[in-house]
T-cell receptor
């Protein structure tokens, strides 16, 4: 079946450090891939998405590239800020309807 | 704009009690969803409604029922709560349910079943 695996957290970084959060997936067919972010006390928000192989999604300085050959969609940011502290979820959508399958989430803590 | 509104924000139940979680969206979306979030497991789909008048089971429907009251509202009912249903519940909506569509989430209901 379809599944998403994310690196375990928490990830703790200093401000301006480089961020990578790994995400790999298993899916039949050609899924769309997403990163959602959850700030404390809030619901999830879409951060970026990619709908086909080699697409790069980007938003707010975050990027992720859909790699079909490695079944990966790693999230990166060149310089994190304290305000980026949140839980990040990788997700896929497959099977003809928008029923997202989420990874377990990775908590990011950025310190000044 | 309110977006997706969930009530209540917090609830404590005793085993066997029943309750209904309410969700409403003001974006004229056709599709609505209920997820539960458990530590280490991400979000799992309980039920969804592709459009007004239809509902379908998701990954973890046992112990729950839903009602799509109208286009705006989608409620989740626990008929006889169990400790295993302690979780954070999120309602979400999207325009038409297309595979690439963005989901809009409410801020969640934290439910504890003792």
């Amino acid at each position: 079946g379809n599944s998403v695996t994310q690196m375990e957290g928490p990830v703790t970084l200093s401000e301006e450090a480089f961020l990578t959060i790994n995400c790999t997936y298993t899916a039949t067919g050609y899924p769309s891939l997403f990163w959602y972010v959850q700030y404390p006390g809030e619901g999830l928000q879409l951060l970026l998405k990619a709908t086909k192989a080699d697409d790069k999604g980007s938003n707010k300085g975050f990027e992720a590239t859909y790699r079909k050959e490695t079944t990966s969609f790693h999230l990166e940011k060149g310089s994190v800020q304290v305000s980026d502290s949140a839980v990040y979820f990788c997700a896929l959508s497959a099977g003809g309807y928008n029923k997202l399958i989420f990874g377990a989430g990775t908590r990011l803590a950025v310190h000044p | 704009n309110a977006g997706v509104t969930q009530t209540p924000k917090f609830q404590v139940l005793k085993t066997g009690q029943s309750m209904t979680l309410q969700c409403a969206q003001d974006m004229n979306h056709n599709s609505m969803y209920w997820y539960r979030q458990d530590p280490g497991m991400g979000l799992r789909l309980i039920y969804y409604s592709a459009s007004e008048g239809t509902t379908d089971k998701g990954e973890v429907p046992n112990g729950y029922n839903v009602s799509r009251l109208n286009k705006r509202e989608f409620s989740l009912r626990l008929e006889s709560a169990a400790p295993s249903q302690t979780s954070v519940y999120f309602c979400a909506s999207s325009g038409s349910g297309g595979v690439d569509e963005k989901l809009f989430f409410g801020s969640g209901t934290q439910l504890s079943v003792l």
